[in-house]
């Protein structure tokens, strides 16, 4: 029995699923082959996701190809009821609500895990964790799964490294029609509709301070520039500096950069990259967000000890007020922004994440059971496979190496 808000809003999310569906033509030509085939016939896939227009369809897919799916969220603030609501109305169970606290996540989880899955698609951990946690007598029955984001795969890889993974997972994040689209691209543009939609401001002219330079960092800062922003990258790693520096950025220290910014965005996976000494440093009305994982990149224990008061200024942004008048303004109370604060990626970019995600689980349905019990590698013809079609989803096309060529390039 699902657990969620409130039906009636289905109409609302249909509406929005409909219109991604339109754009998400890599996944329309998987489903066509996966209903002919049903390759997950009579399996249960749990999935802990970003409940939102684009997933939704996503596990519309894993339907046709015959599982049973249940979904739970992977972040408490990034379930969008509407859809959560119209994927109920099309007999999906769901346990989710945008704004659950700590105990409504877990309790979400656990309540789809209850359904005993075949098959895992995870975003972030959570759900992998929480099996392993306190579900270990479901082990046994996983065939395996896949972990979506960099944070997940991170977290599988200690678990893997101490030797209590339970079944083998792909990595998806590091496939790459994954990173290279997804983190960069996806990540790059929608944290800039998500920061321009809830605030109303200009960019062009701003100080933008960006910590982490890899796939989500690179992308957030790219898309910075192009809208007219100086760009200061904090890293801790000096070879990803000296390429945000050679690739025109500032290479700064976030003690540097803390009194310099007009809009700071984390994205390094890592925990307290804005704390109480930067906060004490900052210009009255900077906006502070976050593109990480977890909300645990800006300190909020230290903003609010910094605090006389916190008041809600627009939605999704609230005002951190110090002794001194000045306002920090947190948005989407730090959590991942492009979706506490917006609609996530735009669909063309998931339609390929969700292509490799369904390619996985089909083949952890179908080949699971001789893998080793270790974080995968995304095979390198599923790569191809969504690049491809993606690429002539765009209209775009590539050159064939001739057979001479081939054998000059040794392959
Ligand atoms: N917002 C989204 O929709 C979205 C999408 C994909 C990934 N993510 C998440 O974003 C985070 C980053 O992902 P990525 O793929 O860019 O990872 P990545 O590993 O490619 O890059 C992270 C970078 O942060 C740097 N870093 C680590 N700790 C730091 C610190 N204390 N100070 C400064 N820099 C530091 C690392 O050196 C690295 O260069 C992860 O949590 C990931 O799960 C979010």
């Not at 997972?169 to 944290?191: E, I, P, W």
């Not at 002219?205 to 904090?234: E, P, S, W």
């Not at 492009?338 to 080949?367: R, V």
Request: net charge negative.
């Amino acid at each position: 029995m699902s657990s969620i808000r409130d039906i009636s809003l289905a109409p609302v999310g249909q509406q929005k699923m409909e219109w991604a569906w339109q754009y998400m033509k890599i996944l329309q030509s998987i489903q066509k082959e996966a209903e002919k085939e049903k390759p997950l016939d009579g399996l249960t896939l749990t999935v802990a996701i970003h409940i939102e227009a684009k997933t939704a369809n996503l596990c519309r897919v894993l339907r046709s190809a015959g599982a049973e799916v249940i979904l739970t969220g992977c972040n408490p603030l990034s379930t969008q009821d509407e859809v959560v609501a119209a994927l109920v109305a099309d007999g999906f169970e769901v346990f989710a609500w945008r704004g659950a606290t700590a105990e409504e996540y877990e309790m979400h989880i656990e309540q789809a895990l209850s359904y005993r899955p075949h098959v895992i698609i995870d975003d972030g951990g959570d759900l992998v964790a929480m099996l392993h946690g306190n579900r270990p007598d479901l082990a046994a029955r996983v065939i395996g799964g896949c972990e979506e984001t960099t944070t997940g795969v991170m977290r599988l890889r200690i678990r893997e490294r101490e030797g209590t993974l339970a079944f083998p997972m792909y990595a998806v994040n590091d496939a790459r029609c994954k990173h290279l689209f997804d983190n960069r691209h996806g990540t790059g543009q929608s944290v800039w509709d998500a920061i321009m939609r809830n605030t109303n401001m200009i960019i062009a002219g701003k100080n933008v301070v960006v910590a982490g330079y890899g796939m989500c960092g690179r992308g957030v800062a790219q898309k910075a520039r192009g809208l007219g922003a100086r760009v200061f990258i904090c890293e801790v790693d000096p070879v990803r500096a000296l390429e945000a520096a050679m690739d025109g950025f500032f290479a700064v220290s976030m003690d540097e950069a803390a009194g310099v910014g007009d809009i700071f965005i984390t994205a390094t996976g890592c925990k307290d990259i804005i704390r109480k000494e930067h906060l004490m440093k900052m210009k009255d009305g900077v906006l502070l967000c976050n593109a990480g994982h977890f909300d645990v990149e800006i300190n909020k224990p230290d903003l609010y000890a910094l605090s006389k008061e916190v008041v809600k200024r627009r939605p999704n942004i609230e005002g951190f007020v110090l002794h001194d008048g000045r306002v920090l303004n947190l948005i989407g109370e730090g959590r991942l922004v492009n979706l506490a604060a917006g609609d996530g990626h735009p669909i063309e970019i998931m339609d390929m994440s969700f292509a490799l995600q369904t390619l996985c689980a089909i083949d952890m349905a179908e080949n699971g059971k001789g893998y080793a019990k270790k974080v995968l590698s995304v095979p390198a013809e599923m790569d191809t496979k969504v690049a491809r079609l993606a690429l002539s989803a765009m209209g775009g096309s590539v050159d064939k190496l001739s057979p001479e060529q081939e054998k000059y390039m040794g392959k």
